[in-house]
């Protein structure tokens, strides 16, 4: 079992930034590629961005790409979502969720949340205009 636990969510004006982190216990964190979704009202939970278990490969939505980055510390079995130039249509729940790397992430259908085995309960970001 793999537990995660997100924080650093809340409410924040348009064009602002947040850090949102995701502290793993459980298992040996480096055994995991770790990915952020995102679950907006009334919407589908969506992909945000995944990182390898080394912390060296990564994807992004395409959404998000160039404003939010994500990173991890294996030291401190953390993983980050950096997120910037944030706009009112980010408002979601965001949820950390970890995949066993069994594969590379290039091979694995990370945008897919049956993908992930485990998932935190998430932490609110609302984005104000």
């Known amino acids: 079992q793999v537990q995660l636990v997100e924080s650093g969510g809340g409410l924040v004006q348009a064009g602002g930034s947040l850090r949102l982190s995701c502290a793993a216990s459980?298992?040996?964190?480096?055994?995991?590629?770790m990915g952020w979704f995102r679950q907006g009202p009334g919407k589908e939970r969506e992909f945000v961005a995944i990182i390898n278990w080394s912390g060296y490969n990564t994807y992004y939505a395409d959404s998000v790409k160039g404003r939010f980055t994500i990173s991890r510390d294996n030291a401190k079995n953390m993983v980050y979502l950096q997120m910037s130039t944030l706009k009112p249509d980010d408002t979601a729940v965001y949820y950390c969720?970890?995949?066993?790397?069994?594969?590379?992430?290039?091979?694995?259908?990370?945008?897919?949340?049956?993908?992930?085995?485990?998932w935190g309960q998430g932490t609110q970001v609302t984005v104000s205009s």
């Open positions: 459980g298992r040996t964190f480096s055994n995991y590629h």
């Open positions: 969720a970890a995949e066993p790397a069994r594969r590379s992430i290039s091979t694995i259908d990370y945008q897919r949340p049956a993908e992930y085995d485990y």
